[in-house]
T-cell receptor, first 116, second 110 residues
């Protein structure tokens, strides 16, 4: 039973390029969350999705960032026209119906984005 | 200030107990969590506590919750070098999301 799979593990982009981060949730999990971790900081919530629906995007920057979780395939976090401040570790988590308590959230190993 | 706060750093000798503290401001949380992050890795759920509990013990880990003071702690007994990592407390917020503290870096010295 594979855990939450994120790829790529490391991504280097030049300023102005696009970054696409992928997340495949655990089998049986229908809820996906994206978090961003800036250097030396904790994780900040970005967006919460179910299949084909964005449930909560209150943590997403208003411009350049978008997320989707299609009916088939992984969840994608897309960052357009990247800037140096986007350099961070991006973590995906998944959960079954509700993520609270014993079920918890299972995190992937993250994608470390470096903008040069 | 931040919703969830932790001290930045803790140094402890191998074999001693470690105590990592966390305070939060929002009392509406139903669950509070402790995660461990090793260098270059994702987050590993260590333990959690429901908000109507005072204490939870799981092998070397003891979680204490003082709901009145909004204070959460994680005690690691017999700390080992493999316990060196960053420890995050988090609270379950409305809408299924988590709010994290900034993390406490624990260094275990032999």
């Amino acid at each position: 039973n594979a855990g939450v799979m994120q790829n790529p593990r490391h991504l280097v982009r030049r300023r102005g390029q696009e970054a696409r981060l992928r997340c495949s949730p655990m089998k049986g999990h229908s809820h996906v969350y994206w978090y961003r971790q800036l250097p030396e900081e904790g994780l900040k919530f970005m967006v919460y999705l179910q299949k084909e629906n964005i449930i909560d995007e209150s943590g997403m920057p208003k411009e350049r960032f978008s997320a989707e979780f299609p009916k088939e395939g992984p969840s994608i976090l897309r960052i357009q026209q990247v800037v140096r401040g986007d350099s961070a570790a991006y973590f995906c988590a998944s959960s079954p119906q509700t993520g609270q308590g014993a079920n918890g959230y299972t995190f992937g190993s993250g994608t470390r984005l470096t903008v040069v | 200030g931040e919703d969830v706060e932790q001290s930045l750093f803790l140094s402890v000798r191998e074999g001693d107990s470690s105590v990592i503290n966390c305070t939060y401001t929002d009392s509406s949380s139903t669950y509070l969590y402790w995660y461990k992050q090793e260098p270059g890795a994702g987050l590993q759920l260590l333990t959690y506590i429901f908000s109507n509990m005072d204490m939870k013990q799981d092998q070397r880990l003891t979680v204490l919750l003082n709901k009145k003071d909004k204070h959460l702690s994680l005690r690691i007994a017999d700390t080992q070098t493999g316990d060196s990592a960053i420890y995050f407390c988090a609270r379950g917020a409305a809408g299924n999301k988590l709010t994290f503290g900034g993390g406490t870096r624990v260094l275990v010295k032999p």
